[in-house]
């Protein structure tokens, strides 16, 4: 079955300091791996896709087929970048056309 | 240019009411849904639409219905609404299958009174 998990509910650190929002799958085939951003009372945006390989707002995360991990990391924290973050799965070529959604974290950066 | 566009934003409604929700494209994508957001920020897709017809609907009550009358249109109908729909929906678009992830719409809050 697909899954995504997303372990830590809520994650706070200070400003300055390193982020890493934790992500691990379930998927036999190879999916596509996202990271999806909420700030308050708006829409999700999409972050990053793996197949991208890019760093959208010194936001980074790479995927590890042997741990069926995508963890985002950030190396110094900003306040604006409180917010909800999603990690997300599609099953990819062949697989239905539906994006399975993790939990989320919340993650709020302290002053 | 809103590239995914819900209407409306707020919506306050009585129990039993029925109401609709309505979401429009303009990217050229075949493939819109409707995602439930509950209070705890959980996402859980409801439907989901390739070129006007419906393949994913997962358990939902029979009282949502949506609508699809072309492909840049996908509208979510309730009937009797209860306290427990209380949410904020989300419309989303893609391309088929959603390699390159969803384009979601800002969203209604629905609140059921």
């Known amino acids: 079955a697909q899954r995504v998990t997303q372990p830590e509910k809520l994650l706070s650190v200070f400003k300055g300091a390193p982020v890493e929002l934790k992500c691990n799958y379930s998927?036999?085939?190879?999916?596509?791996l996202f990271w999806y951003v909420q700030y308050s009372r708006q829409r999700l945006q999409l972050l990053l896709r793996h197949i991208s390989r890019e760093s959208i707002k010194g936001f980074t995360a790479d995927l590890n087929k042997g741990e069926t991990s995508f963890h985002l990391k950030k190396p110094f924290a900003q306040e604006e970048d409180s917010a909800m973050y999603y990690c997300?799965?599609?099953?990819?070529?062949?697989?239905?056309?539906?994006?399975?959604f993790g939990k989320g974290t919340r993650l709020h950066i302290l002053p | 240019d809103t590239a995914v566009s819900q209407t409306p934003k707020y919506l306050v409604t009585q129990m039993g009411n029925d109401k609709s929700i309505k979401c429009e494209q303009n990217l050229g994508h075949d493939t819109m849904y409707w995602y439930k957001q509950d209070s705890k920020k959980f996402l859980k897709i409801m439907f989901s639409y390739n070129n006007k017809e419906l393949i994913i609907n997962e358990t939902v009550p029979n009282r949502f219905s949506p609508k699809s009358p072309d492909k840049a249109h996908l509208n979510l109908h309730i009937n009797s609404l209860e306290l427990g729909d209380s949410a904020v929906y989300f419309c989303?678009?893609?391309?088929?299958?959603?390699?390159?992830?969803?384009?979601f719409g800002s969203g209604t809050r629905l609140t059921v009174v």
């Open positions: 998927y036999s085939g190879s999916p596509e």
């Open positions: 989303a678009s893609s391309q088929s299958p959603p390699n390159y992830g969803y384009t």
């Open positions: 997300a799965l599609s099953p990819g070529v062949g697989g239905d056309d539906k994006i399975i």
